[in-house]
């Protein structure tokens, strides 16, 4: 029922920033969703990075701390992830998370961020 849509990804040189977006096309009761960011990279396990509330708590995973910021626009429907000073560790396909009740999980297609050293 809901689907998700990422966009904002590419190549970037460690030490950029790119700036993620992710559409939710269900929007009744959006606000009261949590959101989040997760990343895959080769040969590894999906993690979070980012997560926001509805109240607009964050969670952050220690390897983005300080550098990458969650965000959301409820009136658009939209979450965002504001990466900077970027590392090529960082470099992975980047889902959008939605979840509902603690235990619907929608997501997106994912959205490739490439950090050159």
């Known amino acids: 029922q809901v689907q998700l849509v990422e966009s904002g990804g590419g190549l970037v040189q460690a030490g950029g920033s790119l700036r993620l977006s992710c559409a939710a096309s269900?929007?009744?009761?959006?606000?009261?969703?949590?959101m989040g960011w997760y990343r895959q990279a080769p040969g590894k396990q999906r993690d979070m990075v980012a997560t926001?509330?509805?109240?607009?708590?964050?969670n952050y995973a220690d390897s983005v701390k300080g550098r990458f910021t969650i965000s959301r626009d409820n009136a658009k429907n939209t979450v965002y992830l504001q990466m900077n000073s970027l590392k090529p560790e960082d470099t992975a396909v980047y889902y959008c998370?939605?979840?509902?009740?603690?235990?619907?999980?929608?997501w997106g297609q994912g959205t490739q961020v490439t950090v050159s050293s």
């Open positions: 998370n939605l979840v509902v009740l603690n235990i619907l999980n929608y």
């Open positions: 269900a929007t009744t009761f959006f606000s009261s969703y949590t």
């Open positions: 926001i509330t509805s109240g607009s708590s964050t």
